[in-house]
């Protein structure tokens, strides 16, 4: 079972990527995903989640910014980042959890992605 993300890389302030996380070795589509992100010094934060329903959750910093969706038949999700601010900048991480935990905390999710670098400049 691997989860792999990328789409990461170095942006301005105010511009916009768009994550992807490919999952292999099983199907998540009864999951809930998530992304989660690192910045040096600080511990893993949640960025954003999306049930096996659909439903999607977002951090209050992300909130309005950031979506989150899935492509079931692909096996991916994605994490559309838009008005990237330089505090954004952190290794992102993706995550697959079974159905029905907290989407904001990290012990729920059993597969974890390596992360990709998002880099924002000022």
């Known amino acids: 079972v691997q989860l792999q993300a990328f789409g990461g890389g170095l942006v301005q302030a105010g511009g916009s990527l768009r994550l992807s996380c490919a999952a292999s070795?099983?199907?998540?589509?009864?999951?809930?995903m998530g992304w989660f992100r690192q910045a040096p010094g600080k511990e893993r934060e949640f960025v954003a989640a999306i049930s096996w329903s659909g439903i999607t959750y977002y951090a209050d910093s992300v909130k309005g910014r950031f979506t989150i969706s899935r492509d079931k038949a692909k096996n991916t999700v994605y994490l559309q980042m838009n008005s990237l601010k330089p505090e954004d900048t952190a290794v992102y991480y993706c995550?697959?959890?079974?159905?029905?935990?907290?989407?904001?905390?990290?012990?729920?999710?059993?597969?974890w992605g390596q992360g990709t670098l998002v880099t924002v400049s000022s």
């Open positions: 995550a697959a959890g079974r159905a029905g935990g907290s989407s904001w905390l990290k012990g729920r999710y059993d597969y």
């Open positions: 070795g099983r199907t998540f589509s009864s999951y809930d």
